[in-house]
């Protein structure tokens, strides 16, 4: 490798570290700060709920050089060197040409890891922020995100992080002058002065980042109280040497570097075993993780649908309310017509009656029947204990005479008059007990 000796400074940031790194998350912050990363960008999904941020322009140039040299497209291999044919040389000068649209722009992409000695020749100008993360936080995050490739060998998560961090610790000794290696957990606890030396060093002129971009329940990290550390120390204690080496090359927020992961590792007597209850036990808390937003899921539906039903049986309780109100306003207005309609016949009979020369007796019979006919018995009584008055039978011929009368009215209107009802109301068998001591009078006057 020979080190560019250019002394522009590029407005080109390539990150680039291992998978389940942190790099999302360094790549949000730094595009909240005004770095281009392309327009068409990888969606969210299991694992970064709030998006990738890998240009998909990269991601699909990585792939197809892998699969052309046997490699596995997601980057899972051990190969140190990953040949890259002319054409795929071709198609990465368009990409750039492509994506070179901003005055400072680059792209994020985990597979570029694989390929930094071949970006750094192609872009004498590139800089490149290099993220790591230690060993036990990264094994955590791919268990938990279920790949198949660790299905039968778990510790194949050990073995890439290793690879991986290999490739940046080498491509940093070359070009540390146009390197920033940072641990994620530095760049999290000071993100603005993390921004603040990439300006610094490599003379651009990012803003300030978004200071709501960190979710820690999405960023999940290994309880240091649990055996993880020491698992790896047991068995892969080359990956706690790079881990160490990589943190004395590194920025540091604080100008120390943390160490108090150590006092944590113990000696282990397991190795398969182990790694196979972690991997384990991280995938069934993932598919835990599922259920659970698949049931949060279905009760958000629940009370979705429990507000709708509700909000129908209001509706349904108003349009009753009114349906209610319309029918007592409709019998109101009977009422009223038919009180009107009374007037009205009333004021007919009366004519017929003074045409015929009838007496008054009539008249008030005639208003009672009315009255029976509107369901006010009261007004009945009234109309008819009135007419015992007004007629020189006996009340016994009177009686006969209402009932007559009452049949002959109902006829006239094209109604027949029940008259069992009649004689068995409270009101009329009163009018019966007062007729009855009137004829008793009666009797006894002699008429």
Request: with cysteine; glycine share 4%.
């Amino acid at each position: 490798m020979n080190q560019s000796k250019t002394t522009a400074k590029s407005s080109v940031l390539v990150i680039a570290g291992m998978h389940r790194s942190g790099s999302s998350l360094i790549t949000s912050l730094l595009q909240s700060s005004g770095l281009h990363i392309g327009r068409k960008l990888l969606g969210s999904g299991r694992g970064n709920e709030k998006g990738h941020f890998e240009n998909v322009d990269f991601l699909k140039l990585h792939e197809a050089i892998l699969r052309s040299q046997g490699v596995s497209h997601e980057g899972w291999t051990l190969q140190e060197n990953i040949s890259v044919e002319e054409q795929y040389v071709a198609q990465a000068k368009e990409i750039v040409a492509k994506n070179a649209v901003s005055s400072i722009w680059g792209w994020k992409e985990p597979r570029t890891t694989l390929f930094l000695d071949f970006w750094a020749n192609l872009l004498p100008e590139a800089n490149f922020l290099l993220i790591y993360r230690n060993p036990w936080d990264v094994v955590d995050s791919l268990y938990r995100r279920s790949d198949q490739t660790f299905e039968q060998e778990p510790e194949l998560a050990v073995k890439f992080w290793l690879h991986y961090n290999q490739k940046i610790i080498n491509f940093y000794n070359y070009f540390s002058r146009r390197c920033l290696l940072a641990n994620i957990q530095g760049i999290i606890q000071e993100p603005g002065q993390y921004v603040d030396v990439i300006n610094e060093k490599f003379e651009t002129k990012l803003l300030k980042p978004s200071s709501n971009l960190y979710d820690a329940t999405l960023f999940k990290t290994q309880d240091l109280q649990g055996n993880r550390p020491s698992l790896i120390e047991h068995y892969f204690p080359e990956a706690i040497e790079m881990y160490q080496e990589l943190e004395a090359r590194a920025w540091q927020p604080n100008e120390s570097i943390d160490l108090s992961w150590r006092n944590q590792i113990k000696s282990s007597p397991y190795r398969v075993c182990a790694f196979l209850d972690w991997k384990n036990l991280k995938q069934a808390e993932s598919k835990n993780q599922v259920v659970t937003e698949e049931l949060k899921e279905v009760k958000l539906q629940l009370a979705q649908t429990q507000d709708e039903l509700q909000k129908t049986r209001l509706e349904l309780e108003q349009r009753y309310s009114q349906l209610h109100q319309v029918q007592e306003e409709l019998e109101q207005f009977q009422l009223q017509f038919r009180q009107v309609q009374g007037e009205v016949e009333k004021a007919r009979f009366q004519q017929t009656i003074a045409y015929k020369g009838d007496d008054q007796h009539e008249l008030l019979v005639w208003s009672a029947w009315q009255a029976y006919r509107n369901k006010d018995k009261v007004g009945m009584a009234k109309y008819l204990q009135q007419s015992l008055k007004n007629k020189p039978f006996s009340p016994t011929e009177t009686v006969l005479k209402w009932i007559e009368s009452f049949t002959r009215f109902s006829a006239e209107q094209g109604e027949q008059l029940d008259t069992q009802t009649l004689v068995n109301s409270e009101e009329w068998q009163q009018l019966m007990r007062r007729s009855m001591v009137r004829n008793l009078a009666f009797s006894q006057n002699g008429k």
